[in-house]
């Protein structure tokens, strides 16, 4: 058998940079940069970036990685490939050498909503909402295919995403984009094909659309050209990447059926691991790279709140005070605006309060209680489905800044809470490269480093289940959430 590669280099391209890691196989970070990119929004709507700023950013990361490991005796030989995450959502149209047709239409570009075209794409994609469990919205990356081939001027071009582009420039050659990054560009992950004929019904030629692969595969190597300006040496395996949100994900270390990552930052996302897929409003799935399925939500709710209902205040000095007010019976459902995606779909949905706080110390405590009830009912959602919550979970964001607000999450949902050492898609796209050699399990329980449990203290869950049982009967009362998922929630 090959000698087993020393370490792995993960590529996460976002908005504001592109971030290179080199990581060994016991998940220890060898070395790391990062090079910056802009954006341009020329019109109030548009969001666009320079595909040929993604490849300079790109490049400038990955020399200096190679230089710094190199400066400590580190050489290329002990790489074992790489794997790429980008923004999700993000296309551009290439010609047939893989140069970009003009600049790529950034995941929240905002110029397909609202078209009468937009509507006749999504109401085509019908039936594949239908087998896949959710509906695709107009700020997706499908209707931007259809705006950009309207847009185009020109025949014979190709569409990518981020992460197959800078496939295509590092081997030299068209690769496979993964299942995660073109999802949102209506790729059927239950069928895994492309929907041929919704797509050319409205316009959308197949011919443009690349093949797909499953995130894992190795799709190509480093070519001469790119080893040359990278540094990378010629022949590194190019492996199948992730979302962004995806590479998060396996850097939580939240790879096994039953186990979930909650990241909580100014929104609340709960994601998972499911044998099979489940089918909700409120959830969406990417598949596996061992074909399971990969689950998540995204809630309004989440620390966004706390600076919305606070301002002007130290939050850290807030979150103190808030202490000794742990348990509080003041009931508070944390929206920072009117609407809600998970764990339930109400675009009416209102923030509420039950009881008046004593003062803004315990209103904040009931902000911070009431973000880890929605955790809980996400949880709860999940069991509603069918699907296992049975496994570790973990906990990312910024918010894991707070050790009280860690221990109120803790103790909410009742059962430890695991904080990983290095949870950024960067890592968790080294680790998904790592995983092209084993499986994705393997290499992350290898990698994955787990910085802090906090423990549940059981006095204090019961305490907070009473806040809890309150919080779900409003929501029942409401009518936001059914009786079916109020029942479970109050079992879990």
């Known amino acids: 058998m090959d000698r087993e590669p020393a370490l792995w280099l993960g590529i996460d ?19 790391a940069a990062t090079a910056p ?10 969001h666009e970036q320079d595909p040929l700023a993604w490849v300079d950013a790109l490049r400038t990361a990955c020399r200096a990685v190679v230089g710094d490991l190199a400066a400590r005796g580190i050489g290329t030989e002990a790489l074992g490939g790489l794997a790429i995450c980008a923004t999700s959502g993000t296309l551009l149209l290439v010609t047939a050498d893989g140069t970009p047709a003009g600049p790529a239409v950034m995941y929240d570009d905002q110029r397909a909503v609202g078209l009468a075209r937009t509507r006749a794409v999504l109401e085509t994609w019908a039936d594949c909402s239908s087998r896949n469990g959710y509906q695709p919205q107009e700020t997706w990356a499908l209707p931007k295919l259809a705006w950009l081939v309207d847009h185009a001027g020109a025949a014979d071009l190709l569409a990518c995403c981020c992460a197959d582009f800078l496939g295509w420039w590092l081997t030299g050659t068209r690769v496979s984009a993964d299942s995660s990054h073109v999802l949102k560009a209506g790729y059927d992950l239950v069928g895994e094909r492309w929907p041929t004929e919704e797509l050319a019904a409205v316009g959308i030629p197949v011919e443009i659309l690349p093949e797909v692969s499953r995130p894992g595969s190795v799709v190509g190597v480093v070519g001469g050209e790119a080893s040359v300006a990278t540094g990378l040496p010629e022949g590194l ?26 990241a909580l930052g100014t929104t609340l996302v709960l994601k998972g ?3 099979r897929l489940l089918l909700g409003d409120a959830l969406y799935s990417h598949r596996h790279p061992d074909g399971s399925w990969l689950p998540g939500g995204a809630s309004s709710s989440g620390a966004g709140v706390l600076a919305k209902s606070f301002p002007a205040a130290d939050l850290a000095a807030m979150d103190a005070a ?4 742990a348990g509080t019976p003041v ?17 009416d949905a209102e923030p509420f309060q ?14 911070l209680q009431g973000v880890a009830y929605v955790e809980r009912l996400g949880l709860a959602y999940v069991d509603s489905l069918g699907g296992r919550t049975d496994g570790q979970v973990t906990l990312t964001g910024g918010a894991t800044v707070s050790a009280h607000w860690n221990q109120v999450q803790a103790d909410v ?20 490269a790592a995983g092209s050699r084993s499986s994705l399990a393997l290499a992350a329980e290898r990698m994955v480093v787990v910085r802090e449990v906090i423990e549940p203290r059981p006095a204090m869950t019961e305490r907070y289940l009473q806040g809890y049982d309150a919080m779900v009967a409003e929501l029942e009362r409401r009518g936001y959430i059914d009786a079916q998922l109020a029942t479970e929630a109050r079992a879990a």
Do not use: H, K
């Open 237 to 262: 395996p190019v492996v199948a990447g992730m979302t962004d949100g995806c590479a998060s994900q396996i850097a939580a270390g939240a790879v096994r059926p039953g186990q979930w990552n909650l």
């Open 322 to 325: 808030a202490a000794s007010y």
């Open 37 to 46: 990119l802009r954006s341009d929004e020329p019109r109030p709507g548009w």
């Open 354 to 367: 039950l009881g008046e706080p004593a003062d803004d110390a315990e209103r904040f405590a009931s902000l």
């Open 413 to 432: 949902l009742g059962r430890p809470l695991a904080i990983p050492l290095q949870p950024d898609a960067a890592f968790g796209a080294a680790v998904l």
């Open 273 to 275: 691991v499911s044998e």
């Open 13 to 31: 391209v976002g908005t504001t940079g592109c971030r290179v890691v080199a990581v060994d196989a016991a998940g220890r970070l060898q070395s």
């Open 331 to 347: 009931v508070s459902y944390p929206l920072a605006r009117e609407g809600e995606r998970f764990p339930f779909v109400r675009a």
